[in-house]
């Protein structure tokens, strides 16, 4: 008995060493010289199924409308807990996912008791002689980005996080800008006006008009919010840039005979879901994806030196693709009535409760911005739980605290009813402790099959690396 077990284990740890040590092409001599890391936050396999059974839904078919991701060559899952909670957050998961090592909640780059720092990939890619490139949706000193680059006890000490871009070395910075660009007292000296090598571009034409010998180069994108992250996907207007057309660029002025490594992060996938906002987690998913699409492109072109990894960093929300109140039917087409997310919906609505309007008005701009009234039907119980929530809102002010911003109570309200309408379920504003997937196309695919630890991550890449 024993015995046959040993011959198993045998087995299956051949199997997984030949997985890991063969290539697309069947050489495992090659080495990835060119790495792109996109993570999504807050996305597991229920954030990228809803998407793709609402994509097939909306054009009337069945099943899932495959997104890039799902249709590259290898997938597995991998454990997310962090040292010290079995739920992770994006500062412990980054930290994971950079470095190979497991850390406390909120830490950046450190051991889990904070007193060593620990090396993130992005630093070994540069010294192997790689162009680097951090880009993200949110503000280029949040959690995941911040893993790649800094080191620090606790992901909100922003202003000490964003000093760190200026001595990374790296060469491109892209996305979103700095949250606390003078500190959280607006005190301390402007992080836009730092002296340094870099050239800093707060225009969009710039940056697109951008070439190489600009390098290196930090981009903020012109329109940002107030925390400075980029608008959300669903709110983009004219003039903004897509996640796709910052890949797209990005690839462009980082491609050099030393190849380069590249952290793409889609990060308000993660606060759509916080906020229980399936609509606009799907348009973040979307913009992502279109992200990774540009790499495939470049993939083509360098199939032997090229890697593609795609994964969540955990789970937000506790998405389900069903809910209690439509048991075994989903419509997931409903949600295409949404116009705007969550965050832009509080602002357009603003000018109706300052207004003193009335409950009719209230209705008509969730018609309008919801379909609810309209393509979305609403009973007896649906009208009375607005009007309970409208009476909270217009005579006590009554807002919904997000961990990203708040929601007017009315609002909320009538965001929870699309969503449950449509068959979406939620459990939780947090995150859950869910298995991630990931995805993989290209040098050491086969590596990122089967079940894992984030901390195994960075490793295989490495390894693909040959560093
Ligand atoms: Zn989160």
Redesign the pocket.
């Given at each position: 008995m024993k015995y046959s077990r040993l011959i198993v284990a045998a087995i299956i740890a051949a199997f997984v060493l030949t997985a890991c040590s063969s290539t697309n092409s069947g050489n495992s001599s090659k080495k990835a010289k060119y790495v792109f890391y996109f993570i999504g936050?807050?996305v597991s396999l229920a954030q990228l199924s809803l998407t793709e059974a609402y994509l097939a839904q909306l054009n009337k078919k069945p099943g899932m409308q495959q997104l890039n991701q799902s249709k590259l060559n290898a997938h597995g899952w991998f454990y997310n807990y962090a040292e010290n909670r079995f739920i992770t957050?994006?500062a412990a998961a980054g930290t994971a996912l950079s470095t190979g090592h497991k850390t406390s909640i909120n830490t950046i780059g450190k051991s889990a008791d904070r007193s060593q720092n620990l090396k993130s990939i992005s630093y070994k890619a540069k010294e192997a002689g790689m162009k680097v490139g951090i880009i993200s949706t949110v503000s280029i000193d949040h959690a995941t980005p911040a893993a790649f680059y800094a080191n620090a006890d606790k992901r909100n000490q922003y202003y000490v996080i964003g000093k760190q871009v200026f001595t990374s070395g790296f060469d491109l910075f892209a996305g979103g800008g700095f949250k606390y660009p003078k500190g959280r007292k607006d005190t301390l000296p402007d992080l836009y006006e730092t002296e340094s090598d870099i050239s800093i571009i707060r225009e969009n034409k710039e940056f697109l008009e951008a070439n190489q010998n600009k390098l290196p180069i930090l981009f903020a994108h012109q329109r940002l919010h107030s925390d400075g992250a980029m608008p959300f996907a669903i709110d983009m207007n004219e003039g903004d840039l897509t996640l796709e057309q910052i890949v797209g660029k990005s690839i462009e002025l980082l491609d050099n005979p030393n190849g380069f490594f590249m952290m793409v992060e889609g990060g308000k996938i993660?606060w759509a879901c916080?906020a229980n906002d399936a609509a606009t987690m799907i348009k973040g998913m979307i913009d992502f994806d279109n992200a990774i699409g540009k790499a495939i492109q470049f993939a083509a072109n360098h199939p032997d030196e090229t890697l593609i990894v795609v994964l969540g960093d955990h789970e937000?929300g506790g998405l389900s693709l069903g809910n209690e109140t439509l048991h075994y039917k989903t419509k997931f087409d409903l949600l295409q009535y949404q116009t705007m997310s969550h965050e832009a919906l509080v602002e357009a609505f603003r000018p109706i409760l300052e207004n003193n309007s009335n409950f009719t008005k209230a209705m008509d701009f969730i018609n309008k911005n919801l379909g609810l009234g309209g393509p979305v039907e609403l009973n007896e119980k649906d009208k009375l739980k607005l009007k309970n929530a409208w009476k909270a809102t217009s005579n006590h002010n009554n807002e919904v605290e997000l961990?990203y911003g708040s929601v007017q109570q009315f609002l909320f309200t009538a965001l929870q009813m699309l969503n449950e309408k449509a068959g979406v379920g939620w459990t939780t504003e947090a995150?859950t402790g869910l298995p991630v997937v990931v995805h993989a196309q290209g040098v050491n695919e086969g590596c990122f099959e089967g079940i894992m630890d984030n901390t195994d991550v960075p490793k295989r890449i490495e390894k693909a690396m040959g560093i």
């Open positions: 936050d807050g957050g994006s993660d916080h937000t961990l995150h």
